[in-house]
């Protein structure tokens, strides 16, 4: 019970996400061109659709394992295309530092669900 509690908690961060992002489509497409990635559009599309499949598949256990390690990798991703700490200095760096760790609590949690689902690494 304990598990499908934690995998609904880490998947509603997701889902939800997901969801803000199709509500807000505009400035979704707004937000991936402000971190220069080419065709926007094309690329929050298929952060919804990561976000959707993956947190559905955690969400249900339905294919969890690779729905778990689909949210880990774009998380990495994701951390490293849009939280730069590096390339910022005093509280700014360090909120985004903060968020940094954060989001490699959750890849560390989703890596758990990949583990508890059947995937041996």
């Known amino acids: 019970m ?3 509690v934690a995998q609904l ?3 509603t961060v997701f889902l939800y996400s997901a969801a803000d992002k199709l ?3 505009n400035e979704s497409i707004a937000e991936v061109a402000g971190l220069g ?3 926007p559009a094309l690329f ?3 952060t919804i659709a990561a976000q959707l499949i993956g947190g559905l ?3 249900t256990g339905i294919l969890a394992a690779p729905g778990a390690l689909l949210l880990a990798a ?3 991703a994701a951390t490293v295309l849009g939280h730069r700490f590096w390339l910022l200095h005093g ?3 360090r909120h985004e530092f903060t968020t940094a760790l954060e989001h490699l609590a959750i890849v560390g949690g989703l890596l758990l669900v990949a583990q508890i689902h059947g995937l041996r690494f």
């Open 37 to 39: 990635i080419p065709a």
């Open 2 to 4: 304990l598990t499908l």
């Open 23 to 25: 509500r807000h489509w």
């Open 91 to 93: 509280q700014v760096a």
């Open 44 to 46: 929050a599309a298929m």
């Open 9 to 11: 908690a880490m998947a």
């Open 57 to 59: 598949a955690v969400a």
């Open 74 to 76: 774009f998380t990495v």
